[in-house]
């Protein structure tokens, strides 16, 4: 007589190997998450290298922005002579789109679909915190009547490293979900193409991500997002988890002056820097849940 596995035998392998699976799946997730984040830390240390390679040879002043072609508003090409390697920035975004980065060999033109890491132009991008000084024109006009034409741009010149009060808190890159000119802008920039709903732990590696700081070394960072209120109304907002970190990363120099020229509802004017980066709470923001 053949000897078989009774049902009940069955049933109960089929029961082991389900709570197996529940078990290990989550940790092979993580396991995935951890060695993701770890080639982009790898990847941002590298990013953070060049970047003062770069500043080096221009009187240690970093990337400018600026409207037109020629990289505009665009590090990724700017420095492309210093990393030499486009798979630097991509490779991690949390959405399951393709990403693709390349470079025209005869003009050195950089086209891109989507890619990880968005440069420093400021909490409300061009408004003279972060890496970038205070919007101009290149005419030497106001800034709101410049308009893009041979004689006629604005731009945003690179700061230079002894403008910094904090360069081991000053954000340079980070992940970002702003798309196609990445910025790591808080305030309707950064989440321009984000999947995760309105959850924070579903930004980058489970609410946190990686981080260049002006002195080039790079970290994780825990991150939040959240809808603005008031005159912010309808404004995705995204943030470091703490203020004070908001505060150094944003402003080159927290207690300095700076004078934007913002847009969607923000109130012109001179503020301190720090104050500025406040105006979500000022305005009445309400953060996502974990």
């Known amino acids: 007589m ?4 009774t049902l009940i035998e069955l049933l109960v392998v089929i029961a082991i190997i389900a709570i197996l699976a529940a078990i290990l799946f989550p940790v092979f997730a993580q396991a995935k998450t951890a060695a993701k984040k770890t080639q982009a830390l790898s990847n941002a240390k590298q990013i953070g290298t060049a970047s003062h390679i770069y500043s080096s040879d221009y009187d240690d002043r970093f990337p400018s922005v600026y409207d037109g072609p020629n990289c505009g508003g665009d590090p990724i090409c700017t420095m492309y002579p210093y990393t030499k390697n486009l798979q630097l920035w991509v490779g991690h975004r949390q959405n399951g789109r393709p990403q693709s980065l390349a470079v025209n060999s005869t003009t050195g033109a950089i086209s891109y679909d989507r890619n990880d890491l968005g440069y420093n132009w400021g909490f409300e991008i061009r408004a003279a915190e972060g890496m970038v000084d205070e919007e101009k024109c290149v005419t030497g006009g106001p800034v709101q009547t410049c308009v893009m034409t041979a004689m006629g741009r604005r731009y945003n010149a690179g700061k230079s490293i002894t403008q910094f009060a904090n360069p081991a808190d000053l954000f340079a890159f980070g992940n970002t979900y702003d798309t196609p000119r990445q910025t790591i802008g808080s305030i309707g920039w950064y989440f321009d193409d984000y999947p995760g709903g309105n959850k924070s732990s579903n930004i980058y590696f489970g609410g946190k991500i990686t981080m260049v700081f002006a002195d080039s070394h ?6 939040k997002g959240g809808v603005g209120g008031g005159a912010l109304a309808g404004e995705l907002i995204g943030s470091p988890v703490s203020f004070d970190q908001r505060a150094k990363g944003y402003c080159a120099d927290p207690d300095a002056v700076i004078n934007p020229f913002p847009r969607n509802g923000f109130p012109l004017g001179s503020f301190v820097c720090k104050d500025f980066v406040a105006l ?4 009445g923001v309400t953060w996502w849940n974990n």
Request: zero cysteines; hydrophobic letters at 50%; aromatic letters at 14%.
């Open 2 to 5: 053949k000897k078989a596995f």
């Open 280 to 283: 979500p709470e000022a305005t």
């Open 218 to 223: 790079a970290k994780v960072v825990g991150w």
